[in-house]
């Protein structure tokens, strides 16, 4: 029982982080193609995406922590 709960914990946790690194991969490509183009006002592009970029961020990092507090808390 043990086992398994410690392989779902590592895959949750490594499923997590592969999309926290993809989701960050793509904004971060969005802000630097909107930083270079001519025509897209760089204000408009940070401010359409600095929410959504915290959104995700909080929400992963939470969801983590929960993970690992959870882990911890039934290892006691």
Do not use: Y
Not at 7 to 27: D, P, Y
Not at 28 to 49: Q, R, T, Y
């Amino acid at each position: 029982m043990e086992d398994s709960r410690n392989k779902l914990t590592f895959w949750v946790t490594f499923m997590v982080s592969a999309t926290l690194c993809l989701c960050i991969l793509g904004m971060v490509s969005a802000f630097l193609l909107g930083l270079w183009a001519k025509e897209v006002d760089n204000a408009e592009i940070f401010s359409m995406l600095h929410p959504a970029f915290q959104t995700i961020i909080g929400g992963f990092i939470g969801l983590l922590a929960g993970v690992k507090l959870s882990q911890n808390q039934d290892e006691k």
